[in-house]
C-alpha cells in the first residue's frame, strides 16, 4: 500500500550542530521524493528532491540520502541553526499515479537549541 | 520568487454551510492540487486538477467537494454542508511539470462551528 513515515516525531538538536531527519518509505515503485519544510502557520516549502536514478543530493547545507535497498531516505542539515525549526515532511509522488499527486509523512519536529 | 497565494487565510463558518477556498497558482504551471491537513497530523492528498477536470481524487473528495478554475488565475475547492470534521488547513499546489517540485500556498484554516 502507499505509505511514507518517519522514525522520530521530534528531534532536538544543538545549535551548530548536525541533524539528520529519517524517511521510510514502502513502495518499491517510487522514484521520486521531496523534502519539505513546514513553519507554523505557514504551508510546505520545498527543501530539496531526489529521483530514484540518485543516491544523493546536495543543496545550501543540505544533504538527501536515498537508500533504494531498504526503502528508506534522510534529510541531513549542516550546521543546524535557530531558523531551521520547523516540521519537516518527507514526500513520495505516488508511484502509480500519474497526476504527480503526493503522498506524506507524520512529520519530524525539529528543535534546535541555542 | 513566484508563488501560490490562497485566501483568506483563516475562514470561520457555522456548520451546514457552504464554503469557497481561493488560490491563485503559480502563472506558467499546468497541474493544480488541494491537499488538507487536520491539526497535528500529515498532509493528505484531495484533489489533481489538469486541462480543466479532475485528474485524480481521494476518497476524501466526495459529492462535498468540487473545484473549479474559473478563469485563467483562479482555482477554487468549495464545500458544500460543512461537517465539523472539515476543520482543517487546506492547501492548494501547483506544478509546473512532472518530477518536479509542488509549490504550496500557506493554506486557508477552515473552522467549521
Known amino acids: 500500500g502507499e505509505s511514507v513515515g518517519l522514525h522520530l516525531p521530534t528531534l532536538s538538536v544543538q545549535e551548530g550542530d548536525n541533524s539528520i531527519i529519517n524517511c521510510a518509505y514502502s513502495?518499491?515503485?517510487?522514484?521520486?521524493f521531496i523534502w519539505y519544510k513546514q513553519e507554523s502557520g505557514k504551508g510546505p516549502q520545498f527543501i530539496i528532491d531526489i529521483r530514484s536514478n540518485m543516491d544523493k543530493r546536495q543543496g545550501q547545507r543540505v544533504t538527501v540520502l536515498l537508500n533504494k535497498t531498504v526503502k528508506h531516505l534522510s534529510l541531513q542539515i549542516a550546521a543546524t541553526q535557530p531558523g531551521d525549526s520547523a516540521v519537516y515532511f518527507c514526500a513520495e509522488k505516488a508511484p502509480y499515479s500519474n497526476t504527480g499527486k503526493l503522498i506524506f509523512g507524520q512529520g519530524t519536529t525539529l528543535q534546535v537549541k541555542p | 520568487e513566484p508563488e501560490v497565494t490562497q485566501t483568506p487565510s483563516h475562514q470561520v463558518t457555522q456548520m451546514g454551510q457552504e464554503v469557497i477556498l481561493r488560490c491563485v497558482p503559480i502563472s506558467n504551471h499546468l497541474y493544480f492540487y488541494w491537499y488538507r491537513q487536520i491539526l497535528g497530523q500529515k498532509v493528505e492528498f484531495l484533489v489533481s486538477?489538469?486541462?480543466?477536470?479532475?485528474?485524480?481524487k481521494s476518497e476524501i473528495f466526495d459529492d462535498q467537494f468540487s473545484v473549479e478554475r474559473p478563469d485563467g488565475s483562479n482555482f477554487t475547492l468549495k464545500i458544500r454542508s460543512t461537517k465539523l470534521e472539515d476543520s482543517a488547513m487546506y492547501f492548494c499546489?501547483?506544478?509546473?511539470?512532472?518530477?518536479?517540485?509542488?509549490?504550496f500556498g500557506d493554506g486557508t484554516r477552515l473552522s467549521i462551528l
Open positions: 499546489a501547483s506544478l509546473g511539470q512532472a518530477n518536479q517540485p509542488q509549490h
Open positions: 513502495n518499491s515503485a517510487s522514484d521520486y
Open positions: 486538477f489538469y486541462n480543466n477536470e479532475i485528474s485524480e
